[in-house]
Every structure is written in structure tokens, then in C-alpha cells.
């Protein structure tokens, strides 16, 4: 099983709407989720963090988070075309010296 | 002024060559990382450094040798390329037992 699995998309949503991404977990122990967005040719950079059952908003975006499903998700409302990228859950491992596994990332597509 | 900085962008070479890539962080943090991101745009940690230690060592070819001369220098090295190092190197540095990463613009390798 692989440690964090994410639909490599594309998924394509129309400007304005909702784009849902998910992301489900292998390891029960692990502490802290993120999700980072990466445009073609560029680094990841880090959108959002959430370390507690519920949801964090932040602007535009929420994070969701179930520790007994294991699964992590990524709302953005009123999406738009510069949204289009891939979008990486990460997942911080449960022993040892903490670092982060990658998901292999959902590409979303954002159409005017 | 860029926070993680890696050289050189592009490298490309010969199969059986010697390459290095160099890292530099002017955020202050204490750890720094490379991760390999293939052509599937799989994202996965190779070593991590906590203030010059070696602290997170994966199922790496021991034909790659990081150094870390100070906390704020991450090198790679790698000998004899083969093929299957083609990819985007990507350094990062974080803050010692946090798990927010910064990364840098990224190397890309192409050995041929």
C-alpha cells in the first residue's frame, strides 16, 4: 500500500467553482498534513498545514481532515485559471526524525 | 533575495560523468533536505541534515554523497551517472523538528 495516494487527476473544473482534492494515508501515527502547490517548472510551495480532525480555512482554500478515515482533502471556492497546477499532499512520518512523504500530486485544470 | 538557492539549474551529461549540485539557505534553519522528483512528478525525500548531521539516510545509491559544510550548505554529489538519475533535484530547508519546507528553483539532470 502506498503511504499517501492521491488521484493524479486532471481534474478539470470550470472558473468560479469548487475544486475538491483528496488524499488518503497509510499510516495511522502520522501527526501533521500539507498540502503544497506546484506550477509546471516550478518548486512546490506550501499552501496550507492542518494537524487536527475538522477544517482550517484560510482565504479561498480549506483543508479537511479525518484521522480515523485517513483522508485529507483540499477545497478551493471560486477557483481560478491561475489555480492550474499540481497540487501535493504531504503527510509527516510518525517515527524517527520527522519528514515529509509526498503524494504523487493531482493536476487540476482550472478553464475560463 | 532567494531563501534556498541551488546550482546549477540544468546539468546535462554523459552516462558514467560525475556531477554535483550545491544548496544554500539564508532562511536560518537548521535542517536541510534533497529530494528527487521524477518524471512522474514523484516527490521523495533522499537525505536530510540537521545542522551538518546526517540525520535521514533512504534507499539511496551510494553513488550519491551529500556534505554539509555548515548548516546553511547542502551539497549532492553523484558518481557515475546512469539514466535512471535523470530528474529534478530539489533542496529544502526547514526549521529543526518542523516539517514546513521551503524549497529551492530546483536542478534539473539530464544524463544521456
Known amino acids: 500500500q502506498k503511504e499517501v495516494e492521491q488521484n493524479s487527476g486532471p481534474l478539470s473544473v470550470p472558473e468560479g467553482a469548487i475544486a475538491s482534492l483528496n488524499c488518503t494515508y497509510s499510516?495511522?501515527?502520522?501527526?501533521?498534513f500539507f498540502w503544497y502547490r506546484q506550477y509546471s517548472g516550478k518548486s512546490p510551495e506550501l499552501i496550507m498545514s492542518i494537524y487536527s480532525n475538522g477544517d482550517k480555512e484560510d482565504g479561498r482554500f480549506t483543508a479537511q481532515l479525518n484521522k480515523a478515515s485517513q483522508y485529507v482533502s483540499l477545497l478551493i471556492r471560486d477557483s481560478q485559471p491561475s489555480d492550474s497546477a499540481t497540487y501535493l499532499c504531504a503527510v509527516t512520518r510518525p517515527t524517527g526524525y520527522s519528514t515529509l512523504t509526498f503524494g504523487k500530486g493531482t493536476m487540476l485544470l482550472v478553464s475560463p | 533575495d532567494t531563501a534556498v538557492s541551488q546550482t546549477p539549474k540544468y546539468l546535462v551529461t554523459q552516462m558514467g560523468n560525475d556531477k554535483s549540485i550545491k544548496c544554500e539557505q539564508n532562511l536560518g534553519h537548521d535542517t536541510m533536505y534533497w529530494y528527487k522528483q521524477d518524471s512522474k512528478k514523484f516527490l521523495k525525500i533522499m537525505f536530510s541534515?540537521?545542522?551538518?548531521?546526517?540525520?535521514i539516510n533512504e534507499t539511496v545509491p551510494n553513488r550519491f554523497s551529500p556534505k554539509s559544510p555548515d548548516k546553511a550548505h547542502l551539497n549532492l554529489h553523484i558518481n557515475s551517472l546512469e539514466l535512471g538519475d535523470s530528474a529534478v533535484y530539489f533542496c529544502?530547508?526547514?526549521?529543526?523538528?518542523?516539517?514546513?519546507?521551503?524549497f529551492g528553483a530546483g536542478s534539473r539532470l539530464t544524463v544521456l
Open positions: 541534515y540537521n545542522n551538518k548531521e546526517l540525520i
Open positions: 499510516d495511522r501515527g502520522s501527526q501533521s
Open positions: 529544502a530547508s526547514s526549521q529543526a523538528g518542523a516539517n514546513v519546507l521551503t
